[in-house]
Every structure is written in C-alpha cells, then in structure tokens.
C-alpha cells in the first residue's frame, strides 16, 4: 500500500489533467498501458509520469493505431528512457498538429479550386514526413 505523496495522482487528478475520463483512465489501465497502485485509503494511486504515457496514448490514436499496437509501441519505448531529442521531436509534431487543425478550420470557407491545390500540396508533404517518421 502506498501512502499519499506529492509525486502521486488520485484517478480524478489524472483524469482532469489529461483531459480524459475515470472511465477511459481505468480502460487504459486494465489493457496494461497505465499501472496504478492503492493507497492505504484504498484509493487508486498513480505517478505523475503516467500524464506523458496519456499524452503519448493520444498521440499514437491520433495516428489511427489500434490498441495493440499502441501497446506495442508503449513497451518498446518508455517514456521516461526517452531520449531529449525524441521528447523534442514529439513535442513539435504535437506543436504542428494543432497548427493543421487550425489550418483545416480556415480551410472550410475556401473555395473548390483552393482547395484542390492546398490538398496535393499536402498529400506530398505528408507522404514525406511519414518516410522521415519511419526513420525514427
């Protein structure tokens, strides 16, 4: 049993710091992405590291994966072994994301012919970000 302490989050913190469920938090858990422990008080009791491995979880469903291979993913590299430059480069990626969701906003309202061209300009683009993805 673990007693409270100030590196340690209640499922509500996570959850309200991550931005998902109790519900989804206790999913991810139990698939094994998440490993919690019980306080004294018996309450679910997480480390603070576990908002990294959530922000990576929504990452890598953002990339369309499917549980299994998030999981796959989430052994592969641990989030604290992670290497600054890897930090980094998802930290940018992350950065550039909600860059394009705005873009996608502004996109609505141009017309057809714009938009033909801002999508073969991107199609080539991003077939070129996922060759250097691949190489990560």
Do not use: H
């Not at 919690?36 to 929504?58: A, F, G, P």
């Not at 873009?103 to 714009?114: R, V």
Request: without cysteine; charged residues 30%.
């Amino acid at each position: 049993m673990l007693s409270l302490g100030e590196d340690l989050l209640r499922i509500g913190e996570v959850a309200k710091l991550s931005g998902l469920s109790t519900r989804t938090i206790d999913y991810y858990t139990r698939y094994g992405f998440l490993s919690s422990e019980r306080s004294e008080s018996n309450y679910r009791m997480y480390e603070k590291n576990v908002l990294q491995t959530l922000e990576r979880v929504k990452f890598l469903k953002k990339q369309r994966m499917s549980l299994d291979e998030i999981a796959q993913q989430l052994k592969q590299v641990q989030p604290q072994k992670q290497e600054p430059l890897f930090l980094e480069v998802q930290e940018e990626i992350e950065r550039l994301q909600k860059k394009v969701t705005q873009l996608e906003e502004a996109l609505k309202d141009a017309p057809s012919s714009e938009k033909r061209i801002v999508y073969n300009d991107l199609s080539n683009k991003l077939t070129v970000v996922m060759q250097l993805l691949t190489l990560l």
